[in-house]
């Protein structure tokens, strides 16, 4: 037993014997890795340190620079040079060719008093309307814009300022003031100039109630609500000088009220919505063109009492992947109403009449842009009267009173764009809001030179 428990002692001494430098040498190895470890990050740490230290010292060199280009700049007196006011000057050319199949000079709105420019264009070829628009930052508060339009009207040229207006700039919480002479925001269109327009002539509706748009000379003021989707609300006062306005006016002769609103309906399509309602008392407001009466020529007949017209415009607009350069579709639809309660009379003549009449239209047009180059659109438009009066024959007489029941029309148009500074378009119309039916044909050609800001929605 006693031998058992030597050979057993001896074995385990052996044993350890062998093992004990193996671990030693494991353990020095180990600790000679852990101290290069050690040496590599503190070589590491230490290049950081430098770079930092580095960029430290260059941003102090920076801060010092842009002080010393201040305190020189500040220095140095302005310069009266006048090319430090450089406004963006640009310029629309239109012109037009024009076939009918009635004489033109013949042509009357059903239940309407055709005003102003209301006419059809003049036949054969013709200027149409051109613009110049010369527009600018007067400084930080203040932008200005003033267009002067070219045209031909019963075959004399004639020179019109459009607009000449000043706009806010820095105005806080979404305020926008506007001051002078602009489209009053009462429906989609009437706020586009000319040029801008689908179609070569105005809607029906435009043509009879505003003799193809309204102007104010005024104050408008508007408000965009802080929300994720638009809301603007805003309002107009005015002089009250532009048709169906007009008449003797002293201080606010015309005001307006307004809401507008729209967003996404996707990444392809969204809308827009708007109503506004527009407000005169002109008094004496003439009824353009002459009256002949037993050989000579009267006075026109006047309209004293209240207008009201009030619109609702919808607009939806797609296109692919929200790329409207390649193709794109709008739908655009509007549509007025307005009253007028007063009298008309015609003091030349001793005739006097009451009058409450009734007007409504509406137009809607679609737009297919199917290639960059090529747009196609149709149109249909109609219109609505209700004229009464204790002398029928007075209305009649300054063109209120018409035989058509429900005058309409209907149009197609395509367009070429050689590039998005020109156009060309052809357009036919089947006429049917005058006592006969017209066949008509246009053909029209838009170009625009020098710098041109980007159209509203």
């Known amino acids: 037993m006693n031998l058992i428990k030597t050979r057993l002692a001896v074995l385990i001494t052996a044993t350890l014997g062998i093992n004990t430098p193996v671990f030693a040498d494991n353990l020095s190895s180990l600790k000679a890795e852990i101290a290069q470890m050690r040496s590599d990050y503190e070589q590491r740490i230490q290049q ?82 051109s613009e110049l628009t010369i527009s600018a930052n007067i400084d930080q508060s203040l932008y200005g814009q003033a267009t002067v339009a070219v045209h031909e009207h019963e075959g004399q040229t004639e020179l019109e300022i459009e607009e000449a207006f000043i706009e806010s700039l820095s105005l806080a919480n979404g305020v926008t003031a506007r001051a002078g002479r602009f489209f ?156 007028n309660d007063g009298s008309v009379s015609h003091e030349d003549e001793g005739e006097f009449s009451t009058y409450d009449g009734k007007q409504s239209g509406a137009y809607i047009e679609g737009i297919y842009q199917f290639s960059p180059q090529w747009r196609s659109g149709l149109r249909y438009d109609w219109l609505s009267s209700d004229h009464k009066g204790s002398d029928v024959e007075l209305l009649g007489e300054v063109g209120l009173l018409g035989s058509k029941e429900h005058p309409q029309r209907s149009s197609a148009m395509v367009e070429y764009l050689p590039s998005e500074f020109s156009r060309i378009r052809a357009q036919v119309n089947f006429d049917q809001s005058s006592a006969d039916d017209d066949l008509q044909l246009l053909l029209q050609y838009t170009v625009s030179l020098g710098a041109h800001g980007a159209h509203s929605y």
């Open 48 to 129: 950081l340190e430098q770079r930092l230290a580095k960029t430290e010292a260059s941003s102090g060199e920076v801060k010092k620079d842009i002080a010393y280009v201040k305190e020189t700049t500040s220095n140095i007196p302005a310069s009266k040079n006048k090319n430090n006011f450089n406004p963006a000057i640009s310029m629309v050319l239109n012109g037009t060719f024009s076939q009918y199949q009635n004489d033109p000079a013949d042509y009357a709105l059903d239940g309407f008093s055709l005003q102003g420019e209301a006419g059809l264009h003049e036949e054969g070829f013709s200027l149409g309307e």
């Open 184 to 339: 009053a925001p009462v429906g989609y269109l009437n706020q586009r100039h000319v040029h801008t327009w689908n179609f070569a002539d105005a809607p029906l509706i435009y043509r009879g109630l505003f003799g193809n748009q309204l102007s104010t000379d005024g104050l408008k003021l508007s408000y965009i609500l802080p929300t994720d989707q638009l809301i603007e609300l805003g309002g107009t006062v005015g002089a009250g000088n532009s048709y169906p306005g007009g008449g003797e006016e002293s201080g606010i002769g015309d005001w307006l009220i307004f809401a507008k609103t729209g967003g996404d309906i996707s990444i392809e399509s969204s809308w827009q919505a708007s109503i506004s309602h527009w407000q005169s008392s002109p008094e004496a407001r003439a009824y353009s063109g002459d009256h002949n009466h037993g050989g000579t020529v009267a006075a026109p007949p006047e309209f004293n009492g209240d207008t009201d017209i009030t619109n609702i415009s919808l607009i939806y607009k797609w296109a692919p992947n929200g790329n409207f350069r390649q193709k794109n579709f709008s739908l655009i639809g509007e549509y007025f109403y307005q009253s």
